[in-house]
C-alpha cells in the first residue's frame, strides 16, 4: 500500500485515496464521498486501485511531501522492459527523459533522442516507454533527465504558497548489463515490487559525499604528497639500485615501488605504502572510481565496502600490520560501515581513530 492508491474500507462502507501514513499501522484516507481526511487502521483497508492519481489527476498533497523524492524505475515486461518514474512529493513534475549516442565518428556532432516528455502529478508512478532486448543497446547510452517541480493551483488566489524546488538534473550512462541482471532488481520504496532503481534526488536522505569537503582535500593532497615525496638519497649511495619508494596494492597483488614506477602506480593502487612502511587506503568514492554515473548512494557504498574488505584480505596475514583507512569525515555513512564489518567479519583486529595530527578526523586504523 502506498500514498495514491485507492482502497475500499473492509469494516464499513466507502473508501478513498491513501495519502499518508500516521502512527504505526494506520493510514490516511481522503474520503471520496466528503474529502475529509480520516485515519483508518491499515488492516481494514483493502487496494482496489493501485496508482490511482493517474487516472483520476489526483494533486495529492500531504503534509511530510514537501521535500523532493523522485526516481527512475526499470522493469521487466515480457521479453522487455519498461521505464518509468515515481514521484514521491507534493510537487508536480516537467519531465524530459533523453539519450544521447554520445561522440559521433569524425566531426559529426552527438545526437539527443527525446524518449518521453510530459508532467508527472504528485505521488504519481508514470510509465514513460517500454522497449525490448533487440534495442538494449539503443536506450541504454547516455542518459539526460530534467524534471522542473512546481505545484499547480487552479487560479491565481488558490494557489498555495511553495518553495522554489531547484530544477532536479541527471546524467548517467545506463549500463546494459544491470537490466539483464536478476539481482539489480531489489525491493524499494518507489514502486511495489523489485525494481532497477537509479534515485534522481531524495531530500529525506542526507546524500554521501561524493566529493570531499575542503578538509578531505587537503588530507588527500598530504597523501598524495607523502606517497609520491621521495626520500633525500642517503650520502655514498653509489650502487645505482633503484631506491625503494614502498609498496602498493594493485590489481590483487604487491608490487615494489621505485623511483621510476610510483607515478604510474599511484592512480591504480589500492593500498599504498609510504617509505615509512604504513600501509593507506583512500575510499573516497571519486578516488577509486572514474565516474559515479549511474550509481546511487546504495550502489557506491557498496563498491566501497567491496574495497575495504579487499584490503583487509591483502593484508590478513601480516600479523601486527597497521593500517590506514581514509574515509572523510563527512556524515560518519561510510565509517560507520566500516566499524561494523570490522566487528562481524574482523573480530580478532584491533582498531582506533587514526593520527588526528596526519589524518584528522577521517581515517580509522586498523591492526592486524
Known sequence: MKIGDRVRFLNQTGGGIVVGFGR?????????????????????????????????????QTKDGEKLNVALAYDKAGAGFVCSIANECNYSLLVTYIVSNGNRQGSAPAEYFTLYAGEVLPYERKEMFKFGKEELNDFSKKVIVRAIPFKRGTGIKKIAPAALKPVIEKDFILDP??????????????????????????ENVKELPLLQNDEDEKLRQ??????????????????????????????????????????????????KSSSNGILEVDLHANALLETTAGMDNTAILKYQMEKFNEAMKAVLRKKGQRIV???????????????????????????????????GYGATMVTV
Open 177 to 202: 548489463m544491470n537490466l539483464l541482471k536478476d539481482g539489480m532488481y531489489k525491493e524499494n520504496e518507489y514502486t511495489p515490487g523489485k525494481s532497477y532503481i537509479i534515485t534522481l534526488v531524495n
Open 24 to 60: 504505526k499501522g494506520w493510514v490516511t484516507v481522503e474520503d471520496d464521498q466528503e474529502g475529509f481526511e480520516i485515519p483508518v487502521p491499515e488492516k481494514e483497508c483493502v487496494v482496489v486501485e493501485e496508482n490511482a492519481v493517474a487516472a483520476e489527476g489526483k494533486n495529492i
Open 325 to 359: 583507512f581514509i574515509h572523510g569525515k563527512g556524515d560518519g555513512v561510510l565509517r560507520k560501515a566500516i566499524l561494523t564489518e570490522l566487528k562481524t567479519k574482523y573480530p580478532a583486529c584491533r582498531w582506533q581513530d587514526a593520527s588526528f595530527k596526519e589524518y
Open 222 to 271: 598530504a597523501l598524495k604528497e607523502k606517497f609520491l615525496g621521495e626520500a633525500a638519497p642517503a650520502a655514498g649511495n653509489l650502487s645505482g639500485r633503484k631506491e625503494s619508494a614502498g609498496k602498493a596494492f594493485v590489481n590483487g597483488k604487491w608490487i615494489e615501488v621505485t623511483k621510476g614506477t610510483k607515478d604510474a602506480v599511484e592512480d591504480k593502487a589500492l593500498i
